[in-house]
């Protein structure tokens, strides 16, 4: 091996231990401003089967969707590739396949309600349509995602935008499982 090669390996090590060593001590100053997980659930006890088993399974992918999101700020902390512009941690894919297999198994169970269900998400204000059109925000990154192999990058942009569109989603859930949450008989309920 020529010593040409040879310092531009060194050259390369350092600035890929210089850029590690960055995004670690980087982590340990941002991690207590990463999201945090929801409160257990109280189950409220006017709903029916149907849409109790709902805010449930809304709540564990509530759950799935804020580590997923907790997973990805992670890897744009400490991903040594993201100040040359792409991700190549396999953390990334991992929280968007767990993400979208979460939120199939809420959408699932959404779709699979009986019509006096449906009538009473509508009256509350909860759309299906706006939950789906959530989920279909996330679509084309699990697409990419799940075509890439294990150490294709990904660009930050694209990671930033699979985040804001998995943001959207527990945005949905959290709105649904307030509105269902109230009681319809409670006097201050909106």
Known sequence: MSWIVFTFLVIYGSIRLTLALRGQLRYLMLRGQLPARPEPLALPLHLSHGLQSLVERCHSARNCL????????????????????????????????????????????????????RLRLESVGCEVSRFRAAVLRLNPQVSVAKRARPLDAFDVQSVRTTRSAVEAIIHELERLEGRLGVSPDDPYRS
């Open 66 to 117: 804020t580590d997923a999101i907790r997973s990805i700020a992670t890897v744009l902390i400490i991903d040594p590739d993201v100040p040359l512009g792409c991700v190549r941690d396999y953390r990334y894919r991992v929280a968007v396949l767990t993400a979208w297999s979460a939120t199939l198994d809420c959408l699932r169970t959404l779709e699979a309600l009986d019509d006096g269900d």
